[in-house]
């Protein structure tokens, strides 16, 4: 099935007429299907299940060990350097078994999830699939870029396998258990408060960017389990880990309507738009989705990549501008290499160049591309690097500052050669 942001149903095709017409409750049904409301976010942002058992049926939440997850923006101290990480390393030389949950390392965010206003950062690494146990976030809304390794996602909603250069997005409250296949390692964008949507077209018009018809959501999908040592269900409350058990999986649910479902996106279908005559157009075109704040024109975060696509822009210097700006930017690569870093940003590492810190081409891409003829040529085949940009300015953890970092990144700018004349024109 696809969509976006439109009212969807589903019914596992094993019950046929699970769904209900013309009506949401159904407990007069002989088989008791129960009604649960995830969430009303906003006036048209909810779906109903009609699941076997409710998810209230459970022993109290507890704590738990939270590993590198966190929301203590204060623990280190500020940092206004432009960052480089190598790629951030999978736990294949650890004892420990790492699934999707316990290999969350949160990189860095602002704002927190009490007022509903800001963001987090995380990457995950693990190699060990989630068993009899699922996740859910109270916090906010989960914006997954697999980078190496499939993910196979169970959600109440039904099945998403999401593989490298796809991304999917997982909203406040729905339970997901991850299944991988060995060495995996992805990105996660968070956003409190707020949820995704396709940016505004402007004068684009209809047609352009991310389409509407190209985010797929998944097709129901229950089984009626029992689990004999406990299936424990994950909460992310708060900022803190907290676990529950109950006796079955919390993946019942055997048919749902609604418009607050999990989706999927596969990045080639992202139709780029670029400059055709001259100059370098603001990477705000690059959009895929959005998580808009209450102010115009600066997002709580934008999910951007920078797809292959064609360079053809005469009398212009093609990359990107050096710049300072308004925002704070990371940037991630899932295959690869990134036009205007060519070395040292690897595929599964990232960089951040935070608000108003200085950032641009590194000085081998700015001669390159400051002295070659300007022709028609392809840019970026085979890569996708992509940014999470955001207008809240990002508090590294510990976590971040200690893990594979490349103190030699700012070494990229330093050959810069000045080719200032007073007599050019
Ligand atoms: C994950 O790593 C642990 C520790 O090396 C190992 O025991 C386990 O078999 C690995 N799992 C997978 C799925 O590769
Ligand atoms: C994504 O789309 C591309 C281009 O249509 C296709 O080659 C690729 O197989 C798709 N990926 C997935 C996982 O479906
Ligand atoms: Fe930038």
């Not at 058992?53 to 939270?66: E, G, I, R």
């Not at 699939?129 to 959600?155: A, K, R, W």
Request: hydrophobic share 35%; proline share 7%; glycine share 8%.
């Amino acid at each position: 099935m696809s969509g976006f942001g439109n009212e969807h149903s589903s019914e596992d095709p094993r019950c046929p007429g699970a769904l209900p017409e013309g009506q949401v409750f159904v407990l007069q049904l002989p088989e008791i299907l129960t009604a649960v409301l995830v969430s009303l976010i906003h006036l048209f942002s909810l779906s109903w299940m009609y699941r076997i058992l409710p998810s209230v049926c459970h022993k109290p939440f507890q704590p738990v060990d939270q590993g590198y997850l966190t929301h203590n923006w204060d623990e280190a101290e500020p940092e206004p350097n432009q960052l480089r990480w190598k790629p951030f390393e999978i736990p294949i030389t650890t004892q420990r078994k790492v699934d999707f949950v316990t290999g969350l390392h949160t990189l860095c965010g602002a704002g927190e999830p009490r007022s509903r206003n800001g963001l987090a950062i995380h990457v995950f690494t693990c190699n060990t699939s989630m068993s009899n146990s699922c996740f859910y976030n109270s916090d906010g809304d989960f914006l997954i870029v697999p980078q190496q390794g499939e993910l196979l996602i169970t959600t109440e909603f039904g099945k998403l396998l999401v593989e490298p250069n796809e991304i999917c997005v997982i909203q406040q409250g729905m339970r997901f258990s991850v299944e991988v296949s060995g060495e995996t390692r992805g990105y996660v964008l968070e956003v409190y408060g707020v949820h995704f949507e396709l940016p505004d077209l402007g004068p684009i018009g209809a047609n352009g960017l991310a389409n509407p018809r190209d985010f797929l959501v998944p097709v129901a999908w229950y089984e009626d389990r029992q689990v004999a040592g406990g299936y424990t269900i994950i909460n992310k409350y708060l900022g803190k880990l907290f676990a529950a058990q109950q006796n079955c999986s919390p993946f019942n649910v055997v048919a749902w309507h609604g418009n607050y479902t999990p989706y999927k996106y596969n990045l080639s279908n992202f139709m780029v738009i670029n400059s055709v005559a001259f100059d370098h157009a603001d990477p705000s075109i690059f959009t895929v989705l959005t998580a808009k704040s209450t102010r115009p024109g600066v997002a709580v975060a934008d999910f951007v990549i920078f797809p292959p696509r064609w360079g053809v822009a005469t009398n212009t210097f093609r990359p990107p501008y050096y710049h300072r700006n308004c925002m704070s930017e990371f940037m991630g690569l899932i295959k690869g290499t990134y036009e205007a870093k060519e070395q040292g940003f690897l595929p599964g590492g990232g960089t951040l160049h935070s608000m108003m810190t200085p950032h641009g081409p590194d000085a081998v891409c700015f001669e390159k591309a400051s002295t070659s003829k300007l022709q028609p040529e392809r840019v970026a085949e085979g890569t996708m690097a992509f940014m999470f940009e955001t207008s809240f300015n990002l508090a590294l953890t510990n976590w971040a500052l200690k893990t594979s970092l490349d103190k030699s990144y700012y070494k990229c700018w330093e050959s810069l050669k000045s080719h200032f004349n007073a007599k050019h024109k």
